[in-house]
């Protein structure tokens, strides 16, 4: 036990508590990494950088993560979603985004949810980081999302279990999700569970389809481009 003290006090005592004093840590360390990186010439890399930035370690993790990726010479694009998800997504649904099945409640919890994911990828990206985050919502259209809609629609929703789309088991990952974000393991438990899963799979369609696309854009710092969607399902 005495052990376990000594550990706590010393992690205590490292982490700040106030989330300025974070913000001055961590901007102390991007200075160190721009003054000793390797020249981005050196290795030419691009990463897209994605978090999963509503835990803090998870934050603190990505952000250290992607210093060191700078460090070592390569160049850190970070990408967020932006409310370009639908509803209950895999990162803030079920009940780990308050949703309780009332349909004002959900729609305010959504726009709640949607605007604080958005304050903490600006606090990892930009008051970290010292950068902008890309967000997916800027190249996606609603003539783009009419079309996942449909191909969403083409899946028969009584054989979830089996969807697949370019070989890829969409319904298998549409199921995690459903039962991770309603903490079960049998999701016909859950009220309406045909309705979300049909909505998580849109969500994780819009980026399969769309992303590839998005990624040469986005690459190539291009802020508009054409993509010919060709269905393939």
Known sequence: MALK?????HLKSYFPVSSSAYDERFRNIREDVIKTRLPQKITD??????????????????????????????????VACGELQIGECGVY???????????????????????????????????????????????????????????????????YKNWTYQGMPVGS??????RNNELVGDET???????????????????IMFYPAIKIGIS?????FEFKYKNKT
């Open 45 to 78: 890399q691009k990463i897209l950088f994605m978090s999963f930035i509503i835990s803090q370690p998870c934050r603190i993790h990505d952000f250290l993560l992607s210093q060191s990726l700078i460090l070592r010479g390569a160049e850190i694009i970070p």
């Open 93 to 159: 649904g079920g009940i780990w985004g308050k949703y309780n099945g009332d349909i004002e409640n959900d729609k305010l919890q959504n726009k709640a949810n949607c605007e604080k994911c958005t304050r903490q990828d600006k606090l990892l990206w930009t008051n970290w980081s010292g950068q902008v985050p890309v967000y997916l919502s800027s190249y996606i259209s609603s003539d783009q999302k009419a079309i996942v809609n449909d191909v969403v629609h083409s899946f028969d929703p009584d054989n």
């Open 5 to 9: 003290k000594k550990i706590y006090k």
């Open 173 to 178: 990952w549409a199921l995690d999700v459903l």
């Open 220 to 224: 190539r710092g291009l802020e508009e």
């Open 189 to 207: 438990l859950v009220k309406n569970y045909r309705e979300k899963l049909q909505s998580y799979l849109f969500n994780i369609l819009l980026m």
